[in-house]
């Protein structure tokens, strides 16, 4: 291949999507060995090597290559033609699973497998069997479909991976936007759905640019330009959608996780800080570690400290706190955290007052049980520095306003 040529609108309507696909399936590899077991994860893993395989071998310079590794002309067109029928029948089999479950083992959807199977299967045995038959001595890269569109058995094959590939995609994209109308789909998913509806809907286009171009010569017409100019980068946006949609509804729920556990992580950090002084130890840093290991070993150090801090805590002052923080009209969501801060930093400062061994030091059983599943919400109360001391000191006011007994 001329390396000039790459960047014809021709190599780069083929080349690109093989790309992009080629990426898709790296980002799914590690999530289908690590999961091999789901056949939903090897079922995305298959549809995305045949979409690759279609644009690989579809590209005008490995059809020149096949061709001339096999000696037979034009051999690539049921080659590519059998790909794109299996691509058709693998998108309709993964839908119907991810709509209703890779487990559901019910009569209408062992049906519904067996015929699609068993239909698209037939129709790339047919393919073969039609080349064979078929008159096709002149190699064609650019315009088989036009070219050969009157011949005899080369027709009927054109026609035929049309028609398949036309059928698949009206039912996939009528299965996607039905599924699109349900409730309760998580963002990621319907926006996911929503590109391979796009995806599948500029399939058509393509399924109708290249029959109107092969009728047109029926008629004795020239619209090849349909079949050779306009199909290929249609064909390209179409496979890049329908990549990303099968990507997105994953990647970005991986996404939003890792992004939540590392935002979790940060949140925890002023408390982490505070309770650091309790033990004067640290939690130890690991290169490989990952978010959700370290933001588990934080949230397991600060609720040790916490524990180690309990005896120290007083529930007397920890209600005279909440009772400041709504009396300055923060909301039980929020007043609650920071009474929980400063009855956490009244306690530090009564432990470092108070020896271990000391006799003079408190002896209380506190329900603290509130507190360490909420430290999330006081290590953000932290942060906040002016209003905890706008409670710790109403929160002394109200103590001292208390008679003796």
């Given at each position: ?33 690590k ?10 893993g ?25 000696g ?16 058709c ?8 699973a ?37 008159d ?14 009157t ?5 009927e ?109 940060w ?10 002084t ?67 930093q009244?306690a530090?400062?009564?432990?470092r ?11 209380r ?41």
């Open positions: 291949m001329n390396p000039s040529r790459f960047f014809d609108g021709l190599y780069i309507s083929f080349w690109i999507p093989a790309a992009v696909l080629t990426a898709a399936l790296a980002i799914k590899v590690p999530s289908i060995i999961l091999w077991k789901d056949p939903l994860l090897r079922a995305v298959g549809l995305l090597v045949l979409a690759c395989g279609v644009f690989v071998f579809a590209a005008p310079a490995t059809i020149a290559w096949t061709n001339r590794v096999t037979v002309p034009n051999f690539s067109a049921p080659l590519v033609y059998s790909l794109i029928t299996a691509f029948g693998s998108c309709l089999l993964l839908i119907t991810w709509r209703n479950g890779i487990s559901d083992r019910s009569d209408t959807t062992r049906r519904a497998t067996r015929w699609v199977v068993s239909v698209y299967s037939g129709v790339i045995v047919v393919l073969w069997v039609l080349f064979a038959l078929a096709a001595p002149v190699e064609r890269v650019h315009d088989l479909d036009t070219y050969y569109a011949t005899a058995f080369m027709r094959e054109i026609l035929l991976y049309l028609l398949a590939h036309t059928v698949a995609c009206l039912i996939t994209y009528r299965l996607i936007w039905n599924w699109i109308r349900t409730d309760g789909l998580d963002v990621w998913l319907r926006s996911g759905l929503k590109c391979l509806g796009v995806g599948y809907a500029m399939n058509l286009i393509y399924d109708g640019s290249k029959l109107t171009a092969v009728v047109a010569r029926w008629t004795g017409h020239d619209l090849d330009w349909l079949s050779t100019a306009l199909s290929p980068p249609v064909a390209a946006v179409s496979a890049i959608l329908i990549a990303v949609g099968f990507i997105l509804p994953h990647a970005g729920q991986y996404l939003h996780r890792r992004a939540h556990t590392r935002l979790s992580h949140r925890l950090r002023p408390l982490y800080l505070l309770t650091r309790v033990t004067g130890a640290r939690v130890p840093f690991k290169l490989r570690a990952t978010p959700e290991l370290r933001l588990t070993r934080r949230e397991t150090f600060i609720r040790d400290a916490l524990l180690h801090l309990s005896r120290y805590i007083d529930e007397d002052l920890d209600q005279r706190a909440y009772d400041a923080a709504v009396g300055l009209g923060r909301e039980a969501g929020r007043a609650r955290p920071l009474a929980h801060a400063v009855t956490i009244e530090i400062d009564a432990k007052r108070t020896r271990e061994d000391d006799a003079t030091a408190p002896l059983s506190p329900d603290i049980e509130d507190l360490l599943d909420g430290i999330e919400a006081v290590s953000r109360a932290l942060r906040h520095t002016d209003d905890i001391r706008a409670v710790r000191e109403r929160a002394a006011a109200a103590a001292e306003s208390v008679p003796a007994p």
